[in-house]
């Protein structure tokens, strides 16, 4: 599976961002996929996750602020945020999970400041 992450760039504290990542190859093994984030000298923290089914998971920082979503027919899945914070800034990976394989993307990075 082939991950490439895109959308990131600067924006002002309050402003939105669309991050998306395309996703290509064995999509079809992939039963979890998500955004992850790191910032300058932090690890790596999951931002946010989708099953197959459909289902999500936040981490407590992204709740109500960012989405999850998936658009099948494109192999696409996308992470929607609102209310950007300076403390958001960062690289944010996409993710892909199958059974046997965990996948990464490249990276895009966000930054929020004024």
């Known amino acids: 599976v082939q991950l490439q992450a895109s959308g990131g760039g600067l924006v002002q504290p309050g402003g939105s961002l669309r991050l998306s990542c395309a996703a290509s190859?064995?999509?079809?093994?992939?039963?979890?996929m998500g955004w992850y984030r790191q910032a300058p000298g932090k690890q790596r923290e999951l931002v946010a996750k989708i099953t197959r089914g459909g289902s999500t998971t936040y981490a407590d920082s992204a709740k109500g602020r960012f989405t999850i979503s998936t658009d099948n027919a494109k192999n696409t899945m996308y992470l929607q945020m609102i209310t950007l914070k300076s403390e958001d800034t960062a690289v944010y990976y996409c993710?892909?999970?199958?059974?046997?394989?965990?996948?990464w993307g490249q990276g895009t990075l966000v930054t929020v400041s004024s």
């Open positions: 190859g064995d999509i079809q093994s992939v039963n979890l």
């Open positions: 993710n892909a999970n199958s059974p046997l394989r965990n996948y």
